[in-house]
């Protein structure tokens, strides 16, 4: 029988977790996250504490360090960070679903025994390099190449926007590179995508400067150059010429985590709200009181509790090894709209406050708008739903 997590009725373990994540984020990230976003620092102390905690571990198996727990256990942990610090939260994210899974999922036995167990403990950060300047929602337009001679692969290339790669505990990225080219189903040469292992400090592996973006400061994020890397025949990861296919599986995982990261930060708004409107007054009387403030944040409410049930339907049919490429899409692209809308709705509610750097709804504002962007864009959102549809 396949479970279906519902919310507010979590097994006894999930809600442990939940709250056990949901006390951390309350006492130790959001005293901090503030500090974090204005100096643009990577939180490495709450890093090593989530470590510590085993959340990097939640969906691996313990013989390779992890806590044994499966991947919607991950997204819970997710989105309670998410309310406080969309930062930490991603780096959550894109170290488990997006950096160690691959390894999990497609490498040998001896890749995952070398790996696994310093990704999963926290102490090592990987990264995923799949988006190129050319290479974005159209990721088989890669131009990386990667050349094999005498056991060695050469890589040439570059990536960009690529989470958790220039950090000082960042072991590896795996990228993906044309390796070669294959007939198609059509008749017609197509290229042939692969995914290698490149060791942070690898000869010729430049980390770029990190960018200035508009949100997410405290997250670490770089572009990178490949000029001649070598690295040995066996750091290829899955079957050679399946590695657009292999992280498009990818990806649909992570867009249930960035779901739930999404959901997180849409509760964060209605929790800010909720408090601010009860404290603020305005003609002698807390805004809570006006229908125009208290129907906003029921709406607001009203969209976390559909993104919440898009991405646990969608965690619920992966876990059971059902399809779920659509449910993802649905749950990614009305959590990612939920978490805009309520940041945008949080900072009109809280007035010229809400345009302050000091509050949550400020930092939620500029951190959110990648949540329409990230991992696959609302468009690309759509076409997938429209392809299972048979449209």
Same mark, same amino acid.
């Given at each position: $029988? +396949?479970?279906?997590?519902?919310?507010?009725?979590?097994?006894?373990?999930?809600?442990?977790l939940?709250?056990?994540?949901a006390? @951390?984020?309350?006492?130790?990230?959001?005293?901090?996250?503030?500090e974090?976003?204005?100096?643009?620092?990577?939180?490495?102390?709450?890093?090593?504490?989530?470590?510590?905690?085993?959340l990097?571990?939640?969906? @691996?198996?313990?013989?390779?360090?992890?806590?044994g727990?499966?991947?919607?256990?991950?997204?819970?942990?997710?989105?309670?960070?998410?309310?406080? !610090?969309?930062?930490?939260?991603?780096?959550?994210?894109?170290?488990? /679903?997006?950096?160690?899974?691959?390894?999990?999922?497609?490498?040998?036995?001896?890749?995952?025994?070398?790996?696994?167990?310093?990704?999963?403990?926290?102490?090592?950060?990987?990264?995923?390099?799949?988006?190129?300047?050319?290479a974005?929602?159209?990721?088989?337009?890669?131009?990386?190449?990667? +050349?094999?001679?005498?056991?060695?692969?050469?890589?040439?290339?570059?990536?960009?926007?690529?989470? !958790?790669?220039?950090?000082?505990?960042?072991?590896?990225?795996?990228?993906?590179?044309?390796?070669? +080219?294959?007939?198609?189903?059509?008749?017609?040469?197509?290229?042939?995508?692969?995914?290698?292992?490149?060791?942070?400090?690898?000869?010729? @592996?430049?980390?770029?400067?990190?960018?200035?973006?508009?949100?997410w400061? /405290?997250?670490?994020?770089?572009?990178?150059? @490949?000029?001649?890397?070598?690295?040995?025949? *066996?750091?290829?990861?899955?079957?050679?010429?399946?590695?657009?296919? !292999?992280?498009?599986?990818?990806?649909?995982?992570?867009?249930?985590?960035?779901?739930?990261?999404?959901?997180?930060?849409?509760?964060?708004?209605?929790?800010?709200?909720?408090?601010?409107?009860?404290?603020?007054?305005?003609?002698?009387?807390?805004? /809570?009181?006006?229908?125009?403030?208290?129907?906003?944040?029921?709406? $607001?409410?009203?969209?976390?509790?559909?993104?919440?049930?898009?991405?646990?339907?969608?965690?619920?049919?992966?876990?059971?090894?059902?399809?779920?490429?659509? *449910?993802?899409?649905?749950?990614?692209?009305?959590?990612? *709209?939920?978490?805009?809308d !309520?940041?945008?709705?949080?900072?009109?509610?809280?007035?010229g406050?809400?345009f $302050?750097?000091?509050?949550?709804?400020?930092?939620?504002?500029?951190?959110?708008?990648?949540?329409?962007?990230?991992?696959?864009?609302?468009?690309?959102?759509l $076409?997938?739903?429209a392809r299972?549809?048979?449209l």
């Amino acid at each position: $029988m +396949t479970q279906t997590f519902t919310p507010g009725m979590l097994p006894d373990e999930y809600e442990d977790l939940r709250l056990q994540v949901a006390k @951390f984020t309350d006492t130790e990230v959001a005293p901090v996250s503030a500090e974090l976003d204005e100096k643009r620092e990577f939180p490495y102390a709450l890093v090593k504490k989530m470590g510590q905690m085993g959340l990097f571990g939640l969906p @691996f198996d313990e013989e390779y360090g992890g806590m044994g727990g499966d991947y919607f256990a991950l997204c819970l942990a997710i989105e309670e960070i998410a309310r406080e !610090n969309q930062s930490l939260a991603i780096t959550l994210e894109a170290a488990v /679903s997006l950096g160690a899974m691959p390894i999990y999922r497609f490498g040998t036995e001896e890749q995952k025994r070398e790996w696994l167990p310093q990704l999963t403990d926290g102490s090592g950060l990987a990264a995923f390099g799949l988006t190129e300047p050319e290479a974005g929602s159209d990721a088989g337009g890669t131009k990386t190449k990667a +050349t094999l001679a005498d056991g060695e692969w050469t890589i040439n290339g570059g990536k960009c926007f690529i989470t !958790n790669s220039g950090t000082d505990i960042t072991r590896l990225v795996t990228a993906t590179a044309v390796t070669g +080219t294959r007939t198609g189903r059509d008749g017609t040469e197509k290229p042939e995508i692969s995914t290698l292992m490149i060791p942070s400090g690898t000869p010729g @592996f430049t980390v770029e400067p990190k960018y200035d973006k508009v949100g997410w400061n /405290s997250s670490d994020t770089h572009p990178l150059t @490949f000029e001649d890397v070598k690295v040995p025949e *066996e750091n290829l990861l899955g079957e050679r010429g399946r590695g657009y296919a !292999n992280f498009l599986r990818i990806l649909d995982e992570g867009r249930i985590a960035v779901a739930a990261l999404s959901t997180g930060a849409a509760q964060g708004c209605v929790d800010e709200s909720v408090r601010y409107a009860k404290e603020r007054t305005s003609f002698g009387k807390p805004i /809570s009181e006006y229908q125009g403030i208290s129907f906003k944040i029921a709406r $607001m409410e009203a969209r976390v509790v559909a993104a919440r049930a898009a991405y646990y339907l969608a965690a619920s049919r992966m876990i059971a090894g059902l399809p779920f490429k659509k *449910e993802a899409a649905v749950a990614k692209m009305i959590a990612g *709209e939920a978490a805009m809308d !309520n940041a945008r709705d949080a900072t009109q509610i809280h007035g010229g406050y809400g345009f $302050m750097n000091e509050y949550l709804v400020a930092r939620h504002y500029r951190d959110s708008k990648i949540l329409e962007v990230g991992e696959g864009t609302t468009e690309v959102q759509l $076409m997938l739903i429209a392809r299972d549809l048979g449209l």
